[in-house]
């Protein structure tokens, strides 16, 4: 059964930096591209970061590139966000999911965790 359990949310005020971690098991970490994908409130879920199986090609939205980075670790079976200069526009819940193949889409991720929440404060 595959678990994926994010960690690391909170609240911080606008410009604060969150860690958020998302742990796996029941899969074979390595052979998942790994995303982050966020649902802020009365909008649809929407593709924030994914990285390949390798860790060596990541992708991001064009509202988090230059802020956010993504990062795994296979032996740990982990992956990770990075949230520099947070934003009242950051304020969602963050979802950490597993697929196949690298891809913005969200319908690309099978697996998907129970998100944790991000609130930021202006």
């Keep these: 059964q595959v678990q994926l359990v994010e960690s690391g949310g909170g609240l911080v005020q606008a410009g604060d930096s969150l860690r958020l971690s998302c742990a796996a098991s029941g899969l074979t970490f390595s052979s998942y591209a790994m995303a982050w994908v966020r649902q802020a409130p009365g909008k649809e879920r929407e593709f924030v970061s994914a990285i390949s199986r390798s860790g060596e090609t990541t992708l991001y939205a064009d509202s988090v590139k230059g ?3 993504i990062s795994r ?8 966000l990075e949230m520099n200069s947070l934003k009242a526009e950051d304020t969602a819940v963050y979802y950490c999911a597993a697929g196949r193949f690298l891809a913005k889409l969200l319908g690309t ?6 998100g944790t929440q991000v609130t930021v404060s202006s």
């Design 67 to 69: 802020r956010f980075t």
């Design 73 to 80: 670790d296979n032996a740990k079976n982990t992956a990770t």
């Design 109 to 114: 991720y099978a697996h998907w965790g129970q």
